[in-house]
């Protein structure tokens, strides 16, 4: 199928600066999807995985992602390129190592996808990817992500507001925290049935109902233009900017409205290590390492490329109000 390019920018909204930004973000685009194809072609570079079955997906959905206008962040942060975001992952249910995601994750089965509504809302149900995502409007937003170990990585998503999703399913007054889950079955997620596993599988996390009706709280379908690769929690995953990595929970096929603060898997696991809120925080180090810094992405042995981390990862105009009066070294 052709997959008509999107018409990216308004000529109305433009300024020379943001044409030159643009066009060089596009570039970017770009060059991502051609590292996609060298990757999944003959020629592919040594060392690097070739992500088998990386962002393949429904035409649909190609061409609904390949029509993301971009939201308009003022995110000046280089992106990282496309082979370093999706070869270097957390997703335990493949393995440990940041490699294991992309070399073994092709077991998962993405398409078709259900996700299940559930809890203290006026509608729940069983809803088909496709039908959820004819109801919302796909954006294209850059934003960093930095992972609790203290690395982080700069990565156009596409995707949708979650708010815009769960208004849909009108939520009770006892709704006050959004519950998620991802899949549960070791036929697609082979680390589930290690006996080996840290995790009590499926993987779970949640927020407190205004966090997940922020604007800036996405659901990604895609990142460079492309349907999210497995690795990085195909079809459907949570970005939560703000906080640690591992509250953006990857494959999800639950979503519950819920009156009580769910379990959230690392919590459970080691409650005095990851919080619930789990914001990032360069004040509130990590009992075993420091969190004023972080690895940015790419990185090497000669350019570690060490960056100062940032309050709420440097959304504090966006959220800060939200845990006003709490106390974060408390509530980490
Ligand atoms: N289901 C599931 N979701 C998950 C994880 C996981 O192991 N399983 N890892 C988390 C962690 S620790 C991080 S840092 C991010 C990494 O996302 P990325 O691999 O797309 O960069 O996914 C999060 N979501
Ligand atoms: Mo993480």
């Known amino acids: ?24 973000r596009f570039m970017q685009l770009t060059l991502g999807a051609g590292a996609l194809a060298a990757a999944s072609g003959a020629g592919a570079k040594p060392g690097f995985v070739a992500d088998a079955g990386a962002a393949v997906g429904p035409d649909w959905l190609k ?13 000046t942060d280089k992106l990282t390129p496309y082979e370093h975001v999706t070869s270097y992952n957390n997703f335990y249910e493949f393995g440990y190592d940041k490699s294991d995601p992309a070399k073994h994750s092709g077991t998962l089965q993405p398409h078709p996808w259900k996700v299940e509504i559930a809890g203290h ?12 995502l004819a109801k919302v409007t796909l954006r294209e937003r850059v934003y960093r992500l930095r992972c609790v170990e203290a690395w982080s990585m700069v990565i156009p998503w596409v995707g949708f507001e979650l708010g815009e999703l769960l208004k849909q399913f009108k939520p009770t007054s006892r709704a006050k925290y959004v519950a998620f889950t991802t899949l549960l079955d070791s036929k697609q997620m082979p680390e589930q049935a290690s006996r080996f596993s840290t995790i009590d599988w499926p993987y779970r996390e949640g927020l407190r109902i205004d966090e997940a009706m922020n604007p800036l709280t996405l659901l990604a379908v895609g990142l460079y233009g492309k349907p999210l690769p497995n690795q990085n929690g195909a079809p459907l995953r949570l970005v939560v ?13 639950k979503i519950e409205f819920t009156e009580k603060q769910p379990g959230t898997s690392w919590n459970v696991r080691a409650p005095n290590e990851y919080g619930f809120y789990a914001n ?8 075993r390492w420091s969190q004023a810094s972080e690895r940015r992405l790419p990185s090497g042995l000669f350019s570690p490329n060490i960056i100062d981390t940032q309050m709420f990862n440097g959304y504090a105009d966006e959220v800060a109000h939200l845990y006003k009066g709490m106390d974060l070294r408390k509530h980490y």
């Open 280 to 287: 990032v925080n360069p004040e509130v180090d990590h009992p």
């Open 241 to 253: 900017p703000w906080k640690y990595g591992f509250k953006s929970i990857k494959s999800i096929v």
């Open 121 to 132: 809302a006026e509608k729940t149900g069983a809803f088909n990817l496709e039908d959820l």
């Open 63 to 75: 061409q609904k992602i390949a029509d993301a206008e971009p939201y308009g962040e003022k995110v």
């Open 1 to 24: 199928m052709f997959i008509k390019p999107s018409n990216r920018i308004r000529e109305s909204e433009i300024t020379p600066e943001s044409v030159y930004r643009e066009r060089r």
